[in-house]
């Protein structure tokens, strides 16, 4: 049996500030609207870094959305956007009117993201490209493959990705549902330890390349990030981001018979097929328990579904008989 072996790939405490010379054109979406705390913390401290940023979120809550594609039909309809921030009827996309960088549009996580990415971003980049593409932080984890294809900010990025573009999709343990209106500005609130996160995060991401001649990311390859629950109140405040992969104590969903009520109910199962070992480094830990301690998770994914070929050579080959008939006997 092979050892676990945690990586320490850095504290977010260890790294120096952004520099200008640095600064990249980020497209920030997530899955839960445009006004979140989340994801209003992440833009001021992108921003802060020196980054580019421009935001496109859903104009209300999508969670639970995966890469479902959906367009909006209508302007918007009642009660209107997130947290009130959209006036009912206003239009199916627009910015706020303070700030020409922050858009919402009324459709899905992963529709979001490409419509920043095909209409608002030749608008606010001109010609230049969009370097990365970050996807949260999500309100509450999204660990394992099962979430992999359920969460709408992981939609979004892994949408990014087949469209070619660098993405990374961050989750927080923090599940609150929240307005950016109720950030104080305090250090130990959720949305801005994650937001200092995601900014640490992104600087070792582009440490040392040059965007105008290499990619941040390889074509087909997104990054998945799962922070823990910190402050305010915890004692984890600074998590170190520790390398992983997504299966290792993953769960799904498994369903029984309430006794009491007769109706069926779900718990988790950390199942055999979702936890198998097929790709990438076996000796890394599993997303889902590092997560659980004072640690960020981070594990490299490929939208590329096909088995690897050791596993799919004795089907295909077993199959071939089959293969280039016309009709089934």
Not at 22 to 37: G, K, M, Q
């Amino acid at each position: 049996m092979l050892a676990i072996v945690p990586v320490i790939l850095f504290s977010a405490l260890s790294l120096p500030a952004y520099s200008k010379s640095s600064s990249l054109n980020i497209l920030l979406t997530n899955d839960d609207s445009w006004a979140s705390a989340n994801i209003r913390a992440t833009y001021s401290a992108l921003k802060a870094d020196g980054h580019n940023v421009l935001l496109v979120a859903p104009a209300v809550q999508q969670s639970g959305r995966g890469g479902t594609f959906v367009l909006p039909t209508t302007n918007i309809t009642p009660p209107g956007g997130e947290f009130g921030s959209i006036p009912v009827g206003a239009p199916y996309f627009g910015h706020d009117k303070n700030d020409q960088n922050l858009w919402y549009f009324n459709g899905t996580p992963a529709a979001s993201a490409v419509f920043g990415i095909d209409i608002i971003a030749p608008m606010h980049f001109g010609s230049k490209p969009i370097d990365l593409v970050v996807s949260g932080p999500n309100e509450g984890g999204n660990n394992g493959p099962f979430l992999y294809t359920l969460s709408g900010t992981i939609g979004a990025s892994y949408a990014s990705v087949e469209r070619g573009i660098p993405a990374i999709a961050i989750s927080a343990g923090n599940g609150t549902h929240r307005s950016f209106t109720t950030n104080t500005g305090a250090k130990d609130d959720p949305a801005n330890i994650a937001a200092q996160l995601v900014a640490s995060f992104v600087a070792a991401l582009a440490r040392g390349i040059d965007t105008t001649k290499t990619r941040l990311l390889p074509l087909g390859v997104g990054i998945g990030i799962n922070m823990p629950v910190f402050g305010p109140g915890n004692s984890c405040v600074a998590p170190p981001f520790i390398s992983t992969r997504m299966t290792g104590g993953a769960t799904i969903d498994k369903i029984s018979i309430d006794p009491t009520t007769g109706f069926p109910v779900s718990t988790d199962l950390v199942a055999n097929g979702l936890n198998v070992l097929l790709n990438g480094n076996t000796r890394l830990p599993g997303e889902t328990i590092i997560s659980a301690e004072c640690k960020t998770a981070v594990s490299v994914y490929s939208v590329d579904y096909d088995a690897p070929s050791a596993v799919a050579d004795p089907i295909q080959k077993h199959l071939a008989s089959l293969f280039g008939k016309t009709k089934l006997d």
